[in-house]
């Protein structure tokens, strides 16, 4: 039983894990219209980041703690001169993304020297109850997780910049009429998707390690659960992350890692298949 409620534990976690990743992706695709194929890389600067801080001496913690704040710079800078040029022809934003997060991975790579680095747990250890194991970092990884849920979801749904922003998804032209910097509003949608993409990859770091292809089986997974979940929606890609990341964590207990990277796949975008609006009814966040 306790091991059953430790495997358990480590699916959640990893489900949490994808469930930031999506979050991120989500709001960009909901908010937007897009889907950024650059969200792996910003997934990859924010481990980056990290690794920057402990390779100098400081604290991980501080590193992660900055990561949101860096990449969603680097996101808004991206935005203002790339990709808002792409609003128009959502495939070619996919494309344009894609070779921008492609372009990150080298130079990542480049300066890591294609190298795999080790970043230690802010908080090692676990705690024991009778034959449970609790991680601690895995622990940390859950709830900031759901505070960064709910913060999310009051931000966009309870704040005026969520009102102005579903107003200029609404209509464009009569937000702009009233006033309302519909650029100004999507850059900073998109600053927010990346920097929480960042807080993911600095969350995530210590446990996979750095190496330049840490976002890729990040951001397959988070469009397949996008796509699950429903696009439009909030609910829809955390209900998809949640999904994926529980299916990804739990089968390579019953099969080999390799089939079970492809049962993923299979599950979802059979799930796709049979509903393709979505597991959830899409409408503007």
Known sequence: MGNFVNIAFDIVSFSAIIVLVVLGLGVIASMIGIFNFAHGEFVLLGAYVVFLFHSNGLPAWAGMLVAPFVVGAIGYLLERTV??????????????????????????????????HAIPEPLVGSWSMGDFNIAKWRAVIIVVTLLVIAATWVFLTRSSYGLRVRASLENPSLARASGISTARLYAMTFAFGAALAGLAGALMVPLFSLYADLGVRFLIQSFLAVMLGG????????????????????????????????????IAITIVKLRPQGLLKAGRI
């Open 83 to 116: 990709i808002h040029r792409f609003y128009a022809t959502p495939v070619i934003a996919m494309l344009g993304t894609y070779a921008l997060g492609l372009t990150i991975r080298e130079i990542v790579r480049s300066l890591t020297g294609g190298l795999y």
């Open 231 to 266: 696009v439009g929606t909030f609910e829809g890609p955390i209900l998809g992350g949640a999904i994926v990341g529980g299916i990804s964590a739990s089968l390579p207990w019953l099969v080999p890692p390799v089939l079970a990277d492809v049962l993923v796949f299979v």
